[in-house]
C-alpha cells in the first residue's frame, strides 16, 4: 500500500480503517457497506462514530524524515493497545525507553512539525523536527483530565540506521514521553468513564455514599478492563483526600490476565491477586458494588452481576446490579418528588417533577411557613429529603430554616448579613446529602462561606484558601466532598470545583476547608448561573469572550461532555437540574419559568416566578 499527501503536498502513510459491529449481520446503526464510488481523505473529525476503528501504516522504505515524522504523529492517533506501529518510527532503543501511557497531550489543532535545518545535518545522518501547538489538556498516568493553556513546544530528534537489509533508513531516536495528538483526535479516541468510590466521612454501617472520579480511557482499546485496573489502582490524586476505596490496597488482577470480557448473560467475572483474598462477604460485596457503578454504561447491554474470584479461580462473592443499589446511594438518594421556584407572591411552591412536556400543571405553596407568603423570600433551596427548606429574605439579608410539613412555624434567622443592598446580600443556599447548610455571604466589608450543621446552631466560617476572590454562588454535590462556586475577581466570573475537607477542632467544633479549587470551564470569561447535573457533569450559563451568552454542559475536571449542549435559551438568570439526569433543566429566563426535557425545547411553566430549584 503506498502513501497519500496532505493539504500540504507532503506524502503521509495511508490509515486502515475497520468497522466494528458491521459484519455479516447488518446492526442497527450502521450503514451497508459501498460496493462502489471513488477513495476520499476523511479527517478525524468527521469520524465520530465509535464503531470506527484506525490503524496506522508502517514506514515505507527508503522514507526522508518528513515522511517518518508525519507518519509517527500519525500513528499516534490509531487505535492500537500497545502503538505497535508507531513504535515502528523509533530505534530499538527509543522504542524500549518510550513510555506512552505516561501523559497524553492534548493541542487544540494537533502538533505542526518543523524542521530545524542546518547544512550538514542530512549528510551526517542527523535530523531534527520542532513540534509545536497549542495546549488544550493534560491527561496523566492516572487517566485524570485537567485544562491546560499555553504552547506546546517539543523536539523529535531523528537518525539513519542499517535496516534488515543493510539500507539506511531513518528512525526518532529522541522524542518526548507520552502521547500528543489534536483535540479532534482525543474526541474520536478517548472517552470519560465514572469510576467510583466512596464518601471517607460515609459510615460503615450505613449506607455508603459513591463519588464519580472521572478519567478518559481509549474507547477502542478494551474500555472495560481499562476501567477495572483504573479502579483498583485507587482514587485520581485530586480526590483522594475525602474518598476510599473497599479494594485493600495493592489489590490487582490476578497475574497473566490481560482482559475482561462480560459472557452472553452480562456476567462479568475479575479474578484478583492475593491481597484480596481474605476479604469477609460485606467487604467484597462493596468492592463489587464500585465495580457495578464504574461499568454501568460502558457497554451497550450494561454489566448485570459482577464475581470476584480468588486466584485460584473460587469465588470471592457475586452481587447483581440491583444489590448495589441497595449497598451504596448512587446519586439522588431517592426519588425525586418535586421542582420549586418562588412565584409572584415571594412564596416557596412546587410542582411534581417529571411531568410530561407540555402538560398544564398548576404550582402549589409548599406545607409550612415558607409556603405562607408572611416572610417574602427572593430565593430559596429544599433538603434532599424534601423534608426541609431554607429561604433568603427579599433584601438578601436573612437566611430563615423551616419545616416543609403543613402548619410548621418560622423562627428567627439563621444567618444574617450585614451588606446594605441585594447584590451583596446571601447567595443562593444549598444543602448537602448528609442535611448540612451551605451558603455565601457577599458582603463587600466581610464575604465569607458558611455551613449551617443540619441547618441550625451557630454557622461555621469555612476555610477557602486559594479563592482570591467572592463567591457568587454555592451548590455542593449530593456526595458532599465537592463544592461548585461562582467566584467574582477583577470584574471577571468563572466557576471553580473545590473538594470538602473537615476535621475537630481544638474546641470540637469541626473546621471546613476548601481545598484545591480549580478551573472547569476556563473558556468562558464570564459564568452567571450553574447547577449539579449529574454525578460528574454541571449545567453552567455563561460567555466567551465578546461573545453572546450560551448554556452548556462541563465535567467536573473541566473538559466537555460528548452530545449536544441544551437548546438556546435568551435572557437566563438562573437554572436548575437534578441529579437524575432524566428530569428536565428549569430555568428562569425573559419569559418566565421555564423547563426542557431531552428531546424537546424550552416550554413555559409559569410567566411570573424566579429561583427555579431542585432538592439540593
Same mark, same amino acid.
Given at each position: 500500500?503506498?502513501?497519500?499527501?496532505?493539504?500540504?503536498?507532503?506524502?503521509?502513510?495511508?490509515?486502515?480503517?475497520?468497522?466494528?459491529?458491521?459484519?455479516?449481520?447488518?446492526?442497527?446503526?450502521?450503514?451497508?457497506?459501498?460496493?462502489?464510488?471513488?477513495?476520499?481523505?476523511?479527517?478525524?473529525?468527521?469520524?465520530?462514530?465509535? $464503531?470506527?476503528?484506525?490503524?496506522?501504516? &508502517?514506514?515505507? =522504505?527508503?522514507?526522508?524524515?518528513?515522511?517518518?515524522?508525519?507518519?509517527?504523529?500519525?500513528?499516534?492517533?490509531?487505535? /492500537?493497545?500497545?502503538?505497535? %506501529?508507531?513504535?515502528?518510527?523509533?530505534?530499538?532503543?527509543?522504542?524500549?525507553? @518510550?513510555?506512552?501511557?505516561?501523559?497524553?497531550?492534548?493541542?487544540?489543532?494537533?502538533?505542526?512539525?518543523?524542521? $530545524?535545518?542546518?547544512?550538514?545535518?542530512?549528510?551526517?545522518?542527523?535530523?531534527?523536527?520542532?513540534?509545536?501547538?497549542?495546549?488544550?489538556?493534560?491527561?496523566?498516568? $492516572?487517566?485524570?483530565?485537567? &485544562?491546560?493553556?499555553?504552547?506546546?513546544?517539543? %523536539?523529535?530528534?531523528?537518525?539513519?540506521?542499517?535496516?534488515?537489509?543493510?539500507?539506511?533508513? @531513518?528512525?526518532?531516536?529522541?522524542?518526548?514521553?507520552?502521547?500528543?495528538?489534536?483535540?479532534?483526535?482525543?474526541?474520536?479516541?478517548? *472517552?470519560?468513564?465514572?469510576?467510583?468510590?466512596?464518601?471517607?466521612?460515609?459510615?460503615?454501617?450505613?449506607?455508603?455514599?459513591?463519588?464519580?472520579?472521572?478519567?478518559?480511557?481509549?474507547? $477502542?482499546?478494551?474500555? *472495560?478492563?481499562?476501567?477495572?485496573?483504573?479502579?483498583?489502582?485507587?482514587?485520581?490524586?485530586?480526590?483522594? &483526600?475525602?474518598?476510599?476505596?473497599?479494594?485493600?490496597?495493592?489489590?490487582?488482577?490476578?497475574?497473566?490476565?490481560? %482482559?475482561?470480557?462480560?459472557?452472553?448473560?452480562?456476567?462479568?467475572?475479575?479474578?484478583?491477586?492475593? #491481597?484480596?483474598?481474605?476479604?469477609?462477604?460485606?467487604?467484597?460485596?462493596?468492592?463489587?458494588?464500585?465495580?457495578?457503578?464504574?461499568?454501568?454504561?460502558?457497554?451497550?447491554?450494561?454489566?448485570?452481576?459482577?464475581?470476584?474470584?480468588?486466584?485460584?479461580?473460587?469465588?470471592?462473592?457475586?452481587?447483581?446490579?440491583?444489590?448495589?443499589?441497595?449497598?451504596?446511594?448512587?446519586?439522588?438518594?431517592?426519588?425525586?418528588?418535586? =421542582?420549586?421556584?418562588?412565584?409572584? =407572591? #415571594?412564596?416557596?411552591?412546587?410542582?411534581?417533577?417529571?411531568?410530561?412536556?407540555?402538560?398544564?400543571?398548576?404550582? /402549589?405553596?409548599?406545607?409550612?411557613?415558607?409556603?405562607?407568603?408572611?416572610?417574602?423570600?427572593?430565593?430559596?433551596?429544599?433538603?434532599?429529603?424534601?423534608?426541609?427548606?431554607?429561604?433568603?429574605?427579599?433584601?438578601?439579608?436573612?437566611?430563615?430554616?423551616?419545616?416543609?410539613?403543613?402548619?410548621?412555624?418560622?423562627?428567627? +434567622?439563621?444567618?444574617?448579613?450585614?451588606?446594605?443592598?441585594?447584590?451583596?446580600?446571601?447567595?443562593?443556599?444549598? @444543602?448537602?446529602?448528609?442535611?448540612?447548610?451551605?451558603?455565601?455571604?457577599?458582603? +463587600?466589608?466581610?464575604?465569607?462561606?458558611?455551613?449551617?450543621?443540619?441547618?441550625?446552631?451557630? +454557622?461555621?466560617?469555612?476555610? %477557602?484558601?486559594?479563592?482570591?476572590?467572592?463567591?457568587?454562588?454555592?451548590?455542593?454535590?449530593?456526595?458532599?466532598?465537592?463544592?461548585?462556586?461562582?467566584?467574582?475577581?477583577?470584574?471577571?466570573?468563572?466557576?471553580?470545583?473545590?473538594?470538602?475537607?473537615?476535621?475537630?477542632?481544638?474546641?470540637?467544633?469541626?473546621?471546613?476547608?476548601?481545598?484545591?479549587?480549580?478551573?472547569?470551564? &476556563?473558556?468562558?470569561?464570564?459564568?452567571?448561573?450553574?447547577?449539579?447535573?449529574?454525578?460528574?457533569?454541571?449545567?453552567?450559563?455563561?460567555?466567551?469572550?465578546?461573545?453572546?451568552?450560551?448554556?452548556?454542559?462541563?465535567?467536573?475536571?473541566?473538559?466537555?461532555?460528548?452530545?449536544?449542549?441544551?437548546?438556546?435559551?435568551?435572557?437566563?438568570?438562573?437554572?436548575?437540574?437534578?441529579?437524575?439526569?432524566?428530569?428536565?433543566?428549569?430555568?428562569?429566563?425573559?419569559?418566565?419559568?421555564?423547563?426542557?426535557?431531552?428531546?424537546?425545547? @424550552?416550554?413555559?411553566?409559569? #410567566?411570573?416566578?424566579?429561583?427555579?430549584?431542585?432538592?439540593?
Amino acid at each position: 500500500m503506498g502513501a497519500d499527501r496532505d493539504r500540504g503536498g507532503r506524502r503521509r502513510p495511508m490509515r486502515v480503517v475497520t468497522y466494528v459491529g458491521c459484519g455479516a449481520v447488518l446492526l442497527a446503526g450502521c450503514a451497508s457497506m459501498p460496493d462502489s464510488g471513488d477513495l476520499r481523505d476523511v479527517e478525524a473529525s468527521q469520524r465520530p462514530d465509535a $464503531q470506527v476503528r484506525v490503524f496506522a501504516m &508502517p514506514p515505507r =522504505e527508503n522514507a526522508q524524515p518528513e515522511e517518518i515524522v508525519q507518519g509517527f504523529l500519525e500513528a499516534l492517533t490509531s487505535d /492500537e493497545p500497545e502503538f505497535d %506501529t508507531a513504535r515502528k518510527y523509533l530505534t530499538e532503543d527509543a522504542s524500549k525507553n @518510550w513510555q506512552p501511557e505516561r501523559s497524553t497531550t492534548v493541542l487544540a489543532d494537533g502538533p505542526t512539525a518543523l524542521a $530545524q535545518h542546518s547544512g550538514s545535518r542530512e549528510a551526517t545522518g542527523d535530523y531534527a523536527y520542532a513540534l509545536t501547538g497549542d495546549k488544550v489538556a493534560e491527561v496523566d498516568q $492516572q487517566f485524570a483530565y485537567e &485544562p491546560a493553556e499555553g504552547a506546546y513546544e517539543e %523536539t523529535l530528534h531523528l537518525t539513519e540506521q542499517k535496516g534488515p537489509d543493510g539500507s539506511k533508513q @531513518w528512525r526518532i531516536d529522541v522524542l518526548p514521553q507520552g502521547v500528543v495528538l489534536g483535540n479532534s483526535d482525543f474526541q474520536r479516541r478517548y *472517552v470519560s468513564v465514572n469510576k467510583y468510590y466512596f464518601a471517607s466521612n460515609s459510615p460503615s454501617a450505613e449506607r455508603l455514599g459513591t463519588v464519580a472520579d472521572p478519567v478518559y480511557v481509549r474507547q $477502542q482499546v478494551d474500555p *472495560v478492563t481499562q476501567m477495572v485496573k483504573a479502579l483498583l489502582n485507587g482514587p485520581t490524586s485530586w480526590l483522594k &483526600p475525602v474518598v476510599r476505596s473497599r479494594f485493600p490496597t495493592g489489590t490487582a488482577l490476578k497475574k497473566g490476565v490481560k %482482559t475482561l470480557t462480560p459472557d452472553d448473560q452480562n456476567r462479568l467475572r475479575v479474578p484478583l491477586n492475593k #491481597k484480596a483474598e481474605g476479604v469477609g462477604q460485606t467487604q467484597c460485596a462493596e468492592m463489587a458494588a464500585q465495580l457495578i457503578f464504574t461499568l454501568k454504561d460502558l457497554t451497550p447491554t450494561g454489566i448485570d452481576e459482577v464475581e470476584l474470584q480468588r486466584p485460584d479461580g473460587s469465588q470471592l462473592c457475586a452481587i447483581k446490579e440491583g444489590d448495589a443499589e441497595i449497598i451504596a446511594s448512587h446519586g439522588m438518594g431517592q426519588r425525586v418528588q418535586y =421542582e420549586y421556584f418562588i412565584d409572584g =407572591e #415571594k412564596r416557596l411552591v412546587r410542582i411534581p417533577a417529571g411531568i410530561p412536556a407540555g402538560s398544564e400543571q398548576e404550582a /402549589e405553596p409548599v406545607p409550612g411557613a415558607l409556603g405562607a407568603g408572611d416572610t417574602a423570600l427572593r430565593t430559596a433551596a429544599v433538603s434532599r429529603n424534601e423534608e426541609s427548606a431554607a429561604g433568603v429574605s427579599l433584601d438578601g439579608r436573612s437566611l430563615y430554616v423551616g419545616s416543609l410539613a403543613s402548619g410548621a412555624s418560622l423562627g428567627d +434567622p439563621v444567618l444574617q448579613s450585614r451588606a446594605k443592598s441585594v447584590e451583596d446580600g446571601l447567595t443562593t443556599p444549598s @444543602w448537602d446529602e448528609g442535611g448540612d447548610l451551605w451558603v455565601a455571604d457577599r458582603d +463587600p466589608k466581610n464575604s465569607r462561606l458558611f455551613l449551617l450543621e443540619e441547618g441550625r446552631g451557630e +454557622p461555621l466560617e469555612v476555610r %477557602t484558601p486559594g479563592i482570591e476572590g467572592r463567591i457568587e454562588a454555592v451548590r455542593v454535590a449530593a456526595d458532599g466532598v465537592r463544592i461548585a462556586l461562582i467566584v467574582e475577581e477583577d470584574g471577571k466570573t468563572s466557576l471553580l470545583m473545590g473538594r470538602i475537607e473537615g476535621q475537630n477542632g481544638p474546641d470540637g467544633r469541626p473546621v471546613v476547608t476548601i481545598h484545591d479549587p480549580r478551573s472547569v470551564a &476556563p473558556q468562558l470569561e464570564e459564568v452567571t448561573a450553574m447547577s449539579w447535573a449529574g454525578d460528574s457533569r454541571l449545567v453552567v450559563v455563561g460567555q466567551e469572550e465578546g461573545g453572546v451568552q450560551q448554556i452548556r454542559y462541563v465535567q467536573v475536571d473541566g473538559s466537555t461532555p460528548v452530545g449536544a449542549p441544551p437548546s438556546a435559551l435568551t435572557g437566563v438568570e438562573e437554572i436548575a437540574a437534578s441529579d437524575d439526569e432524566r428530569l428536565p433543566l428549569v430555568a428562569h429566563s425573559e419569559d418566565g419559568i421555564v423547563r426542557l426535557s431531552s428531546g424537546a425545547q @424550552w416550554q413555559k411553566v409559569v #410567566k411570573t416566578g424566579t429561583a427555579p430549584i431542585y432538592p439540593g
